[in-house]
Nanobody, 130 residues
Framework: QVQLVESGGGAVQAGGSLRISCATSGFQFDRYFMSWFRQAPGKEREGVAGIANGGGTTYYADSVKDRFTISRDFHTNTLYLQMNNLEAEDTAMYYC???????????????????????WGRGTQVTVSS
């Protein structure tokens, strides 16, 4: 049974930091491209950061570049997102997602397309107050 379980969200003041996690099971973690998406009320789900199956290639949305860092731990099959210098505009539900690395193309912004992904978590809320 595939599971992606996010944790670590919460409330923080602008300028603060949070690290959110996504614990995975039920699929071969090192064969999947992994990403973080977020969705604010009334807005579409947007790709925040993505990481290739081997961990050597990462992608970021322009809005979070130089503030957020995506990483993955192959010992615990866990995905992370370190978020620094948080802004009120970062307030959203954050979701992790997994897509087969070899059956799809991930560069050129395609990683931002939610339809590329096979599995999703239920999300963790991040709220940033200004």
């Amino acid at each position: 049974q595939v599971q992606l379980v996010e944790s670590g969200g919460g409330a923080v003041q602008a300028g603060g930091s949070l690290r959110i996690s996504c614990a995975t099971s039920g699929f071969q973690f090192d064969r999947y491209f992994m990403s973080w998406f977020r969705q604010a009320p009334g807005k579409e789900r947007e790709g925040v950061a993505g990481i290739a199956n081997g961990g050597g290639t990462t992608y970021y949305a322009d809005s979070v570049k130089d503030r957020f860092t995506i990483s993955r731990d192959f010992h615990t099959n866990t995905l992370y997102l370190q978020m620094n210098n948080l802004e009120a505009e970062d307030t959203a539900m954050y979701y992790c997602a997994a897509g087969s690395q070899t059956s799809r193309i991930w560069y050129g912004g395609r990683w931002k397309n939610p339809q590329q992904y096979d599995y999703w978590g239920r999300g963790t809320q991040v709220t940033v107050s200004s």
